[in-house]
T-cell receptor
Framework: DQQVKQNSPSLSVQEGRISILNCDYT??????FLWYKKYPAEGPTFLIS?????DKNEDGRFTVFLNKSAKHLSLHIVPSQPGDSAVYFC?????????????FGSGTQLTVLP | ETGVTQTPRHLVMGMTNKKSLKCEQH?????MYWYKQSAKKPLELMFV???????ENNSVPSRFSPECPNSSHLFLHLHTLQPEDSALYLC????????????FGPGTRLTVT
């Protein structure tokens, strides 16, 4: 059973508009959340993160929101640019006893249309 | 070279072959990871190494054998694989196993015939 879910496999947005990518999780032990971006033929690249003690973190055009009670987080990209077109992975971190482990969602393909 | 590099980028092997995947990180990190990404599935953590010592083995079959000779290099030795092992294998590193952010290599696309 997937502990981190990204229910939208794809999303298309017009350039300049807001992109909202969503992620749900089930494990209450997750205490840190990250978003990664992946271009074809490249590895995932860290984008932005948020601790479970916060509800918002902002970095330039990227903002991550966390709703702990709903076990839901979202990534907002404003304004969206064609170069943002990529697969976005949500990841959740927990301590396994010997190492921090990341559990990933299956990704959302974002396409920003010019 | 910068970041995390992986070789080869593509590999086709028969079920009776033995091959190895190589990962090198140029970030001065102390922890390294192997992940598997099968088609339409999330990344799955396979192994975690901290300062050359294996600290996690997430129920991975013994036909996958990791090796970490030093904190910059990580290998995944493959033998008698099955077609369902065909996947993208990603290596990652972090400053330490207690650090959240991991930095990924580009991956090796493995096809088992």
């Amino acid at each position: 059973d997937q502990q981190v879910k990204q229910n939208s496999p794809s999303l298309s947005v017009q350039e300049g508009r807001i992109s909202i990518l969503n992620c749900d999780y089930t494990n209450s032990m997750f205490d840190y959340f990250l978003w990664y971006k992946k271009y074809p033929a490249e590895g995932p690249t860290f984008l932005i993160s948020i601790s479970s003690i916060k509800d918002k973190n902002e970095d330039g055009r990227f903002t991550v929101f966390l709703n702990k009670s709903a076990k839901h987080l979202s990534l907002h990209i404003v304004p969206s640019q064609p170069g943002d077109s990529a697969v976005y992975f949500c990841a959740a971190s927990h301590w396994s006893g010997s190492a921090r482990q990341l559990t990933f969602g299956s990704g959302t393909q974002l396409t920003v249309l010019p | 070279e910068t970041g995390v590099t992986q070789t080869p980028r593509h590999l086709v092997m028969g079920m009776t072959n033995k091959k190895s995947l190589k990962c090198e990180q140029h970030l001065g990190h102390n922890a390294m990871y192997w992940y598997k990404q099968s088609a339409k599935k999330p990344l799955e953590l396979m192994f975690v190494y901290s300062l050359e010592e294996r600290v996690e083995n997430n129920s991975v079959p013994s036909r996958f054998s990791p090796e970490c000779p030093n904190s910059s290099h990580l290998f995944l030795h493959l033998h008698t694989l099955q077609p369902e092992d065909s996947a993208l294998y990603l290596c990652a590193s972090s400053q330490a196993v207690i650090i959240y952010e991991q930095y990924f290599g580009p991956g090796t696309r493995l096809t088992v015939t």
